[in-house]
């Protein structure tokens, strides 16, 4: 489990890397919280993520590629907008909603061992008041990489996988 003062970092690079410059020691996939309420499968060679949280409206979505054994992540997807999700609630990264602001960029790598997700969202706390928050993630692949992720196959923020996205502890049922 990370210390506060590393999540303090983590979100402090996070908000710096958004805004394209990286201040030294950030690193773009940062480690990895093991509760984060999301898991990543592939679909025809692309990321779809599952919200396993509470019910929430996405408000951003960055998609990042690189390779496990670099630090060389790439933003690959920049995305704004606002789609509502509850608790296995499916995100396809190639098909969000027509009214989302999307900026794509082609990946310069050679291999995708690695997916980094940061999910941005919005929700109403039980005192019925709004907060912002957000969720980091990155994603390693073994074998071929990307195109050779298993059919049926999640991959919990702790790098555990399934074949039940929302299995994890920290899933909302």
Excluded: H
Aim: aromatic content about 8%.
């Amino acid at each position: 489990m990370l210390k506060a003062a590393k999540l303090k970092r983590i979100w402090f690079c996070s908000l710096i890397a958004s805004g394209a410059v990286l201040a030294p020691g950030c690193s773009i996939l940062p480690s990895t919280p093991l509760d984060q309420p999301i898991s990543l499968s592939v679909r025809d060679g692309e990321p779809v993520v599952t919200w396993c949280g509470g019910s929430a409206d996405l408000v951003r979505v960055r998609l990042y590629y690189g390779t496990a054994s670099e630090d060389d992540a790439q933003l690959v997807l920049d995305a704004s907008g606002q789609t509502s999700v509850v608790s296995g609630d499916e995100v396809a990264l190639s098909q969000l909603p027509d009214d989302w602001k999307v900026e794509r960029k082609a990946y310069a790598g050679t291999e995708v061992s690695e997916v980094g997700v940061t999910l941005e969202y919005t929700s109403i706390d039980g005192a019925g008041k709004k907060y912002e928050g957000g969720y980091l993630a990155e994603f390693e692949f073994e074998g071929a990489g990307i195109e050779s992720w298993p059919t049926s196959s999640w991959q919990w923020a702790n790098g555990q996988t399934s074949s039940d996205a929302c299995g994890m502890p920290s899933s909302v049922r």
